[in-house]
């Protein structure tokens, strides 16, 4: 109860006893090294928001807090609440009428007079106004338990340190009701329903902060200058509910570029979740939008992190040039410049920094493509206002972090139901669901004119391909490993990529960073394809060697599941099994006939798959994205 105190009393003992400059030396050294808890991202999401980081910062700051307690009746002991939330926090309280009495004799000195005479946030505003400026404000529910003040200090931490510009104005806890934690909420495209962030299979994504586009009024926490910025009269509450004055408050915010936050780290203790839905101007505001150019082409842009040699970038780079023919109005927004390793046909606009891309794309209106988990980030942001968000997820990108639990959890936090979300195959779209994301399947596909069999080219008899790349996914070291337990017996290996020290041996060679052409006539002249990843999103090379007739052996690498089946159109082989690789790739070598059924079975597969076929039904989903968010 007297911690506020004894921290006092401390902090003026160490001051008598090291002197000012020492002692605040060593202060400041305390805060420094909490700063370095945690992780921050590329995007802004960071996880350093630690307690003990929050009370060090709060020993040096303690901005002065309004806390409202409003509610007809209490869960608690409010006058003991009171005493020791003010024995701690730098507060003055307001307390509804009905509140009051349960003070008792505290009313007087702890109760700030003067008091508004409705609970409206309007009138609670003005009120703060008036006789505390330069105050921040906490809004509690009173029948709700009350929070720890540490946790008060928290959200007071974030709100004044979380963002490097200070964009942030309101900051809200989560929720924990009987274990089961709430980290804000979602709004559901297209439906426009609330929907609580909880629940699904746990990555740690539920203690990530978030930013929110609504909130329940339990635990708000506005800063001064949001008081002052946030345009809330008693028009826009008028007959509504707390929690759904409060959904305005936040929809308010966002209006003036204010922005809400979900300290997911910290969690209000409560007995039952708020449900909240959205007002018909908060409705309208969310989900009707405009995304046309000026000559009334639906508008695309992508956003990239880069523009540089990716299978994931190409995919990008093939779908911007498709829609384009398709009559969309199409750019690249990316923090690299326009790539010379492809044939992009759409303008590439470069930005310094994400912070740079975001200003400038939250004025556009255009349906705005996250293709990277931190780009999603920005592409939310840059969409509260302006235009429709997309998330193309190539990958559940959590298997880029297999050793780094706080990036997982991060990875999944983005992945949000604002978003419409589309994924490539049916294995992404399980792992979506399992964390509460619909999301679209949309195959990606080949070129066909380009991936093809070759007339006049003769195939190898005993020459296997594969591609050279040491990434811990591709699992290269299993096709090594296999190749080399074929002994003097073994066939050529040739591998192509950009890693031509990869490995040495005088039946290998390296083909380094080959064109597409060159690529189809390696897949042309190779007795058979061997790839060996432990994951794909899709699995685009064993597609291209199918379309170029070309048998495939591969692993079970999850993505390639829609299309790859064992026996049928390829052989699979079980992880890491580097005797049955061995084995699969003799008995092919050896058996023309199967490697014949195996070829002609792999090409039917190919040319369903052709970016001529799949980018009619990409288009067709981005033009059913504008139909669903145009305003009514």
Known sequence: MLEGVAQGVSAVA???????????LDRRAARMAAVQEGATFASGVTTTFTPSRAEAWYRLERRPLVIALLGDDAAGDVAAWVMRAQSVLNAELFVGERLAPRLGHLHRAHVASSTPAVAELAALWEWTHRQWRRHDLLLLDASQPLPDPVAVIQLQHAAHEYHHDHDIGIVVPAYDCDGVQVSGYDVERPSGAVVPSSGGRDYGQHRIPRYVLTAAMHGMYVTADALDRVDLAERHLAGLSLDEQAGRVVRQ??????????????????????????????????????????DGRPRIVFVLNATSI???????????????????????????????????????????????????LRRVDALKVATWWETGEIVWLASVSHGVPVFLVQEFETWFYPDDPVARAAVVAGYRREFFTVTQASYQQQELAEVGVAARLLPIGYDDRVFRPLPGIEREPDTVLALGRSFFQKNFEMTRRAWQRLGEARPTLVLFGNEPDLMRDERARYVVRPDDAEVNELYNRATLFVQTSRHEGFGLPVLEAMAAGCPVITTDSHGNRDFCHDGSNCIIVPQDDDAALAAAMRRLLDDPAERERLRVAGWETARRHAWRVVLDETAGFYREVQAASAPT
Not at 257 to 284: K, M, N, W, Y
Not at 341 to 357: A, C, H, I, M, N
């Open 14 to 24: 160490d001051v008598l006893r090291k002197g000012v400059r020492t002692s605040l």
């Open 253 to 294: 915010a966002w209006a003036g570029h204010i922005r809400t936050l979900c300290l997911a780290s910290t969690a209000f203790a409560v007995t039952r979740i708020p449900q909240l839905d959205l007002g018909a101007e908060q409705r309208r505001w969310q989900l009707e939008r405009r995304i046309t150019a000026a």
């Open 310 to 360: 990716s299978g994931g970038i190409r995919v990008v780079f093939e779908q911007a040039n498709g829609l384009a023919e398709r009559g969309f109005d199409v750019e690249i927004w990316s923090l690299e410049p326009e790539p010379g390793w492809f044939d992009l046909r759409v303008p590439v606009q470069r930005y310094r920094t994400y912070e740079d891309l975001l200003l400038a």
